[in-house]
């Protein structure tokens, strides 16, 4: 009788049971869950035209909607999350806009394993910024209305200012010093 209490709170756990209940099972498992997210992600990730429509798109979207004062980096990031169900209003005619935003501005699409990103260069970003990520045939901006040049101009006519002004005839600045060429010979204690 002793026997049957022993083994009567015990159940048999099928094999595919005891792997799971293990470590090495739920790493194994979890591995091969990744091994097919990364799979995935592989084969849906968004064909250069796609992305750059999107991201033209959502520049587009960007000059349309700087219109009010931006708070800050949370206020750009809540529009780039709306613009990826948004598209920008086509009866608003900035053609002028988009003219000097491809004037000034260079948009180039990085393909890279998994995911494919998008920069933009232009004078300020010489090297390019990150505007977009696309992966999982989705498109995500990143771009604020900053990285963005629409128009080129001097900030300030600094050329015509001189540096340094040439004192005039009544102001005494001193005399010169003789100062005489120098020769290092060494050490002099040595």
Not at 76 to 102: C, G, L, Q, S, Y
């Amino acid at each position: 009788m002793q026997e049957d209490n022993k083994n009567s709170y015990r159940t048999k756990e099928s094999l595919f049971q005891e792997f799971y209940h293990s470590c090495l099972g739920k790493i194994v498992i979890f591995l091969v869950f990744v091994g097919v997210l990364l799979l995935i992600a592989l084969f849906t990730k968004p064909s250069n035209e796609k992305m750059e429509k999107e991201m033209m798109d959502n520049i587009r979207q960007c000059i349309q909607d700087n219109d009010s004062i931006k708070g800050d980096g949370i206020d750009d990031a809540v529009a780039n999350f709306t613009r990826i169900f948004t598209e920008a209003d086509t009866t608003i005619n900035d053609k002028e806009a988009m003219e000097a935003f491809e004037k000034y501005n260079k948009l180039e699409i990085y393909r890279h394993p998994l995911y494919v990103t998008a920069r933009l260069r232009n004078n300020l970003n010489p090297e390019g910024i990150r505007v977009g990520v696309g992966f999982y045939k989705m498109v995500i901006p990143t771009i604020k209305y900053s990285d963005i040049i629409l128009f080129v101009s001097t900030i300030k006519n600094y050329n015509k200012e001189r540096l340094i002004e040439p004192p005039t005839q009544d102001e005494y600045v001193g005399e010169n010093p003789n100062v005489k060429e120098y020769h290092y010979l060494g050490d002099p204690d040595q």
